[in-house]
């Protein structure tokens, strides 16, 4: 058998269909359902009820997530044992560009200050490292969470968080636009905004609409560019095409002093809090990660 199989599965759990699993995996959709017959061949049961829409797993498939779970932590665990005394220290994070830019080297010097550790990174979007990280791809999983929002959901009893940190996803325009005349945030019916929006697939999509039905006040806007990507939307912003909802930290990593805050009300009415967490599989049992742990929480 191919252990490679037991990833293809927990992305395809993880996805919830098998499109995005199969891209995920760089591989077709054919030959990805190939190798989730051939895992269930091997098993001797089927683990996917196809029959349904979305997929679930059977009650086989639901024992099977958990022994792969414990599995793969187990193969990670040989491979680091068995190879390079340096690779058996490394630890894999997998988290968004701007996170890993501004956040993650000075959170690793303070983690790692104890031991004799190195750090990897899986860069994405949620979706990516969400699925890199459930999948055992990577050892700790760091994110953006909302209460209502979480953005993904991971298996209760599985994993382990903490929150690290925050940041506030507030809306930003240039320096241009806020000094252009007639612009007047958060516009009038006369003069809507223009708005740099979140395609509806994006993690912020939901925290922004959230964001605009909570306000007191309304948004009169008109949507002039769209994109899933926060870096793509704050070099849109520098441009000045228009105004875009930015965490503070993709607002500096991405652009800096080049673009202003436009949530000048006391009680912050256009903005959010979010907590920046970090997961770890209770599997996951290496004693360098736990080590880390330990100090994250500590820490935190």
Known sequence: MDTGWFYDFLALIETGNFTQAASFRNCSQAAFS????????WAGAKLIDRSVYPMQLTRAGEKFHQSTLRLTSQLEDARAEL????????????????LG??????????WSSRDEISCSTLIGNILETTSAFTSGLADILISYSHPLYPGFRLEEGLYEKIVIGTDTLAPY???????????E?????D????????????????????????????????IVFESEMSSILAKAAQQ????????????LHDIGPALR??????????????????????ANRRKHVLRLWAAMREAG
Do not use: C
Not at 83 to 98: D, E, M, P, R, W
């Open 83 to 98: 190879g390079l005394h340096q690779a058996s220290h490394n630890i894999k994070v997998a988290l968004t560009y701007a």
């Open 261 to 282: 805050p436009l949530d000048a009300t006391a009680a912050q009415m256009w903005s959010q809090d979010l907590d920046i967490v970090a997961y770890r599989a209770h």
């Open 173 to 183: 325009g240039s320096k241009e636009l806020v000094n252009s005349s007639g612009f």
């Open 240 to 251: 000045g095409l228009g105004v875009a909802w930015l965490t503070g930290t993709s607002a």
């Open 185 to 189: 945030f958060p516009g009038t019916p």
């Open 34 to 41: 190939r190798r989730i017959q051939n895992l269930e061949n």
């Open 191 to 222: 003069q809507p905004i223009p708005l740099l929006n979140y395609s509806i697939q994006s993690y912020f999509s939901k925290v922004v609409q959230h964001i605009l039905d909570s306000s007191e006040a309304e948004l009169h806007s008109k």
């Open 101 to 110: 830019t501004e956040k993650l080297p000075s959170w690793w010097k303070q």
